[in-house]
């Protein structure tokens, strides 16, 4: 599905899509199953209290979402009840959603999802949010709707890999970016990333081992680390190059020595903080992607460790 040509009313539609490295069934599956919806489809920062699923035409869609125990939400319910329109198991998921925040009803929402079959058993996911009126679409968009989704699908990725800090993935050309949430400051996490003493605990892939790491983080400065196998079985490799760009607690851009980029964005999200990490890959993109999803895991499990939440 793409806007332009097959959404029937673009100018009161947003599209997103979309790629999940699992699939088509498990993907259906947890659009459908209320105890995995109930999971991932609040945005970040808010749970669901009551999530009802009756996926035939005519039953009942329903997520209710809480925000969290603190302003400005201070634990308040909002009721997002709904009615399915049509089921296609496998393909297709057409439902209404009329959200209330405050009180007030808010329009009501028409979502087509649709699943398809991408190599490697991977599933293309498009979603289109529609709205009866441009007005209604207008409100609706200055409520939040695109980044709602957005950290909805977010949540929906993790959710299938079984990884708790898991956001997706995406592959643009030859960057690969990975999208992580952890619930710690953001401080904590730029710390736990940047400080060689925290590299060596984390920066490796399963079965290697970083014993040495360096870093002088200003523009200009050098970085490496020494990886090798965990067994000692080879010497293994430097990852090394300068900096680019350090703004504290924000942003961090590499230079690799072969000329390759890195860069790592870290941003405040209810609940935690968002890590947007890209790399330009030397290798085939199936290693690189399994490479640093072991890598990002550990980081995970290191500053789960560091702020009390493992």
């Not at 957005?150 to 643009?172: C, E, N, P, T």
């Not at 020595?257 to 030397?282: I, P």
Request: aromatic content about 8%; some cysteine.
């Amino acid at each position: 599905m793409a806007a332009g040509n097959s959404v029937v009313a673009p100018e009161r539609t947003l599209v997103t899509t979309r790629i999940f490295d699992a699939p088509r069934e498990s993907v259906y599956k947890a659009w459908t199953d209320p105890k995995q919806l109930a999971r991932w489809f609040p945005p970040e920062g808010f749970t669901s209290p009551r999530c009802e699923i009756d996926a035939r035409p005519g039953g009942v869609f329903r997520v209710d979402m809480q925000g969290p125990d603190m302003p400005p939400f201070d634990g308040k319910v909002f009721p997002g009840p709904g009615t399915f329109v049509e089921v296609v198991p496998n393909e297709r998921l057409v439902f209404t959603m009329t959200p209330e925040f405050d009180g007030q009803t808010l329009p009501t929402v028409t979502t087509t999802v649709t699943f398809e079959d991408v190599a490697g058993k991977r599933t293309r996911c498009t979603v289109a949010q529609s709205l009866e009126t441009v007005d209604a679409f207008t409100q609706m968009a200055k409520q939040g709707m695109a980044e709602g989704i957005a950290q909805s699908l977010g949540k929906l990725a993790g959710v299938l890999s079984g990884k708790r800090s898991d956001r997706g993935i995406r592959v643009d050309g030859r960057t690969l970016t990975l999208a992580r949430v952890f619930d710690a400051p953001r401080e904590l996490v730029w710390t736990a990333f940047t400080d060689p003493a925290h590299q060596m605990k984390w920066m490796f892939a399963n079965d290697w081992e970083t014993p040495t790491a360096t870093a002088d983080l200003r523009p200009g400065g050098a970085f490496s680390l020494r990886m090798r196998p965990a067994d000692h079985s080879e010497e293994g490799f430097l990852l090394s190059g300068t900096y680019r760009e350090v703004v504290k607690p924000d942003r961090l851009v590499q230079v690799l020595d072969d000329g390759r980029l890195m860069t790592s964005l870290f941003t405040d999200v209810l609940g935690g903080t968002q890590l947007l990490f890209s790399v330009e890959m030397a290798m085939g993109e199936e290693q690189e992607r399994a490479g640093y999803t072991q890598i990002l895991e550990h980081f995970a499990t290191h500053v789960a460790t560091l702020s009390g939440k493992k």
